[in-house]
């Protein structure tokens, strides 16, 4: 049983493979989700086998259990017994009772509760401590590098109007970290506190029990829903500039393709290189990444990942004599001294590319630039890479972290005053596991872990929309975009290397979306809402003369969207696109 809509009155949620998702009262979103999960070492989450399922629904409550098995490489690890209930009064309670079956080396092992950014940002929180004491806070608006909410057992947040919304947290501890880190649309409530040493070994018999319970207050004062139609409202004034965007270097060299054409056309601002100076082969891939940016006319752009010796590497980098039009760095180490490998390296680079544009960041994710800050008086801009997925991997998961990007770029601009955002790469999947504190096993079998089937689909082409509008929504100058071709890329050149997991399709929905956006000839970008962006996301674009709409479907069922005085019917997965008055 899964992807159901149980609806109780005012009160509704998705039970979706085993969790409970969009705990809505109206249309106020309540909890993202509520889940439980088991992490090794490297933070990678252990795949769940569902079994003894039962569900009793009726017009007044409902009542699930199952048990759910963690299975890794075939072998039982954990064992969950899991009872979800709920009824109309927006009462719901979600308990695991777990058992280890075999050695298992976690990070995590328990509940996790989801909430949504939109609902909560700036909401009042009223914590209630381990001994009873309760304090004070709120959803940050700008995003907070570590933990907002810490010592957890019960928590109340503001729903609006009166009405408030509480979790009450049995069997651990728990705090709260701002996933929109990570690129997720969230704030994430979890157990055990990160301070408690981890990995912790687990042994046969070793037990996890947990519960969340959550129950309104004064939910009457909320307003009743509103209609089905989704409403996209157009904020005029103050518009963004379009970003420029680019794409990465895949590692082939596109010189000896016959697809230049096709790739040219997408009119690329910059082709992004990467270089790990460690790595033997980083002049090879520079040869190749150099002669695909000629093949297409477009601005080299060379990040450099730095290992343990910055000056030595970047004399054998600077003797290569490479013609770029942007450089950026960023030390391989997630916890080095950005400010060390400036030093090192800065003075130099400027001596010898005078006028060029000199970034730096990091490779792994927001969280690292968030963290880490640096002086960036001496830099022109700070770059950090993106993806959905760095939590989960389901496609609900990808919609929902569409908007993140509207709250990063901005808290980057907060730190990093006055300096321009480039964000980059942006992959559907994460081009690297960085928390893997060994090398993941590779079987050819297997899709390897940065590329994903949903590139080739219509999910990747809306989503790919939506992620170009928060970015640009939220001021960000550059934005490098997929690969330029391949399983990661916009299509499919003959000679890519194709796994057999992998669609056929030669020219991928991103390509076309891209190409009817560069159509466009947008120049700004108008802000604009969407009543339902878990359904539908809008784009507001500008040229010279013209402006253009941007209706993205996110579902597979087609939906009404109505803009000032028009509805638009917009079919499943696609992108509407129409010219509308200034």
Not at 246 to 260: C, M, N, T, W
Not at 376 to 385: C, E, N, Q
């Amino acid at each position: 049983m899964s992807g159901q809509l149980i609806k109780l009155g005012s009160l509704s949620l998705l039970y979706d493979e085993g969790f409970i998702r969009y705990i809505k009262w109206g249309d106020v979103e309540l909890v993202r989700n509520i889940y439980f999960a088991l992490r090794d070492s490297n933070w990678t989450t252990a795949p769940i086998v569902r079994s003894e399922e039962k569900a009793e629904i009726t017009g007044k409550g409902f009542d699930i259990s199952y048990t759910a098995t963690n299975v890794v490489a075939g072998q039982n690890v954990f064992r969950w017994n899991v009872v979800i209930t709920g009824n109309d009064s927006g009462e719901i309670t979600f308990s695991v009772v777990g058992q280890a079956l075999a050695t298992y080396n976690r990070n995590r092992a328990g509940i996790c509760v989801l909430h949504p950014v939109r609902e909560t940002i700036n909401k009042i929180v009223k914590v209630t401590r381990p001994d009873g004491t309760i304090y004070d806070s709120r959803f940050p608006e700008i995003i907070n590098p570590h933990q907002p909410f810490l010592d957890i057992t019960r928590m109340q947040w503001e729903l609006g109007d009166g009405a408030w919304a509480e979790l009450k947290f049995e069997g651990d501890v728990f705090e709260t970290e701002d996933q929109r880190n990570w690129s997720d649309t969230s704030f994430k409530t979890y157990s055990t506190p990160l301070t408690i040493p981890y990995p912790v070994m687990l042994k046969p018999g070793d037990a996890v029990s947990q519960k969340v319970s959550l129950k309104l207050i004064d939910i009457e004062k909320l307003p009743r829903a509103r209609s089905k139609e989704i409403e996209v409202t157009i904020e005029d004034g103050h518009p963004t500039a379009f970003p420029k965007i680019g794409a990465e270097f895949p590692g082939v060299d596109l010189s000896i393709h016959k697809d230049v054409g096709l790739l040219a056309d997408l009119g690329f601002e910059h082709l992004r290189i990467e270089l790990d100076l460690r790595s033997k082969s980083w002049k090879e891939i520079l040869d190749a990444g150099l002669a695909e940016a000629k093949a297409i006319s477009t601005n080299v752009f060379v990040h450099l990942i730095f290992g343990e010796n910055p000056a030595s590497e970047w004399e054998e980098f600077a003797k290569q004599k490479v013609k770029l039009n942007k450089l950026a760095f960023s030390p391989f180490d997630r916890k080095a001294n950005v400010n060390d490998l400036l030093n090192a390296v800065l003075p130099k680079a400027r001596k010898a590319y005078p006028g060029v544009l000199i970034g730096a960041g990091f490779n792994s994710y927001f969280t690292e630039l968030n963290r880490n800050r640096f002086d960036y008086r001496g830099i022109d801009f700070v770059t950090y890479p993106m993806t959905p997925q760095a939590h989960a991997i389901d496609t609900l998961t990808v919609i929902e972290n569409i908007p993140t990007p509207k709250y990063v770029v901005p808290t980057a601009k907060t730190f990093a005053k006055g300096k321009d955002v480039h964000t980059g790469p942006v992959s559907l999947r994460p081009r690297f596991n960085p928390d893997a504190k060994s090398e993941e096993k590779k079987e050819e079998i297997v899709l390897p872990h940065k590329y994903d089937v949903r590139q080739a689909t219509a999910l990747a082409a809306g989503w790919m929309i939506g992620t170009i509008k928060y970015l640009a929504e939220g001021g960000a100058d550059a934005i490098t975009l997929f690969e330029t071709h391949g399983m990661a890329g916009y299509f499919m050149s003959d000679n890519d290397w194709h796994h057999n997991d992998f669609p056929t399709e030669k020219i991928f929905p991103v390509y076309d979306a891209m190409m009817s956006l560069r159509k466009l000839k947008p120049e700004r970008v108008v802000r604009s809402q969407s009543s339902n962006p878990l359904a539908c996301t809008s784009l507001v674009v500008e040229n010279k003369s013209d402006r253009y709409l941007l209706l993205v479907n996110h579902t597979d069922v087609g939906v009404m969207v109505k803009v000032r005085d028009k509805t638009y019917p917009v079919n499943g997965w696609e992108i509407h696109i129409t010219s509308i008055n200034k």
